[in-house]
Nanobody, 123 residues
Framework: QVQLVESGGGLVQPGGSLRLSCAASGFTLDYYSIGWFRQAPGKERERVSCVSKGDGTTYYADSVKGRFTISRDNAKNTVYLQMNSLKPEDTADYYC????????????????WGQGTQVTVSS
């Protein structure tokens, strides 16, 4: 059974950091491109960051560039999103997603989705 499980969300003060994890089971993550997406209440889902299979090309939304870093540990079948200098506008539910095709992740239509983890940035 293919499964993605996010963890690491929580409440953090502005300027703080969190590291989200996305653990995969039922498939080998290094054969897939992975994306992190987020959705804030009342807003559309936003693609935050992606890492492609193979050469590991990364993509970041302008709103997080320079603050967030995506990485993958194929040995642990896990992808991470390191989030630094967090802002209140980063508050959202964060989801990881995977697809064999990088284009699907870029398009926001990956096949496999996790259940999400909540991130709240507030003082």
């Amino acid at each position: 059974q293919v499964q993605l499980v996010e963890s690491g969300g929580g409440l953090v003060q502005p300027g703080g950091s969190l590291r989200l994890s996305c653990a995969a089971s039922g498939f080998t993550l290094d054969y897939y491109s992975i994306g992190w997406f987020r959705q804030a209440p009342g807003k559309e889902r936003e693609r935050v960051s992606c890492v492609s299979k193979g050469d590991g090309t990364t993509y970041y939304a302008d709103s997080v560039k320079g603050r967030f870093t995506i990485s993958r540990d194929n040995a642990k079948n896990t992808v991470y999103l390191q989030m630094n200098s967090l802002k209140p506008e980063d508050t959202a539910d964060y989801y990881c997603a995977a697809d064999f095709y990088t284009a699907s992740v870029i398009a926001g239509t990956p096949r496999y989705w996790g259940q999400g983890t909540q991130v709240t940035v507030s003082s």
